[in-house]
């Protein structure tokens, strides 16, 4: 404030410019400017508020899924086109809304078959075990 009081009379003393910027303050005129440039909001505060709901709904869904849902919804998000998962996320942070975790465990971690390899596999160390213990047996003898 000081330097734009300055431009437009650079010989005022600071004293005369600290009771200006005082004045402007306790009349409410420090009115700052509306942000001008940039990228505009994906969503809305409706938008953020459905997508938010989208995810309470279904906790475990993944953010591309969410991203098809929200692409596919044409009655909410007519005018969203194309969203990023970066932006979705950040939709979740602001909002503190957090998903699950989920990871992924094959279907075969305790099938038939694989609890037959595991047992070949355990009978084949076995039997090498007692050949082993055969072998130093017979050449311990012969010492």
């Known amino acids: 404030m000081r330097e734009a009081v300055q431009r437009v009379q650079p010989n005022l003393s600071r004293f005369s410019v600290v009771s ?3 004045t402007f303050r306790q009349e409410n005129r420090t009115a700052r400017q509306p942000a001008v440039g940039g990228r505009q909001r994906v969503f809305s505060h409706a938008q953020e508020l459905a997508v938010v709901d989208l995810v309470v709904a279904n906790n475990t869904i993944p953010l591309r899924q969410l991203r098809e849902c929200i692409l596919a919804d044409h009655a909410i998000f007519h005018d969203v086109h ?8 950040r ?10 975790q989920l ?7 305790n099938s038939v078959g694989l609890k037959h390899l595991r047992y070949k596999l355990s009978w084949v ?3 090498q075990r ?4 055969i072998f130093t047996s017979t050449k311990l003898g012969s010492i």
């Open 20 to 22: 200006i910027v005082w």
């Open 82 to 89: 194309s969203v990023s998962t970066t932006t979705l996320g």
């Open 91 to 100: 939709v979740l942070w602001e909002h503190h809304v957090s998903m699950k």
């Open 103 to 109: 990871y992924r465990v094959s279907f075969e971690r």
């Open 125 to 127: 160390s076995m039997q």
């Open 130 to 133: 007692s050949r082993m213990n």
